[in-house]
Nanobody, 115 residues
Framework: QVQLVESGGGLVQAGGSLRLSCAASGRTFSSYAMGWYRQATGKERELVAAISSGGSTYYAESVKGRFTISRDNAKNTVYLQMNSLKPEDTAVYYC?????????WGQGTQVTVSS
């Protein structure tokens, strides 16, 4: 059974940092483009950052310069380093393939940024 498990969320003050991890099990994702998505209360889920199998990256304009996506294929894990966090970054963060597959949505990890 394929699973993507997100961790690392929490409550942080504006300006703070968090590092999210997405551990994959059940299959190897090294050949997949992967993405971090987030969904704030009352809003649509959106792509925040993505990384190709070769390491090329994409960032949404709202997080460019503050977030960094990376991957460790040996550990089958994708990371999202989030710096200079803002209250508007508050959301549940998910990882999935890019484009996403409905089979791979996990529970997500809550990130709350207080002002």
């Amino acid at each position: 059974q394929v699973q993507l498990v997100e961790s690392g969320g929490g409550l942080v003050q504006a300006g703070g940092s968090l590092r999210l991890s997405c551990a994959a099990s059940g299959r190897t994702f090294s050949s997949y483009a992967m993405g971090w998505y987030r969904q704030a209360t009352g809003k649509e889920r959106e792509l925040v950052a993505a990384i190709s199998s070769g390491g090329s990256t994409y960032y949404a304009e709202s997080v460019k310069g503050r977030f960094t996506i990376s991957r460790d294929n040996a550990k089958n894990t994708v990371y999202l380093q989030m710096n200079s966090l803002k209250p508007e970054d508050t959301a549940v963060y998910y990882c999935n393939a890019n484009p996403p597959s409905p089979r791979y949505w996990g529970q997500g990890t809550q990130v709350t940024v207080s002002s």
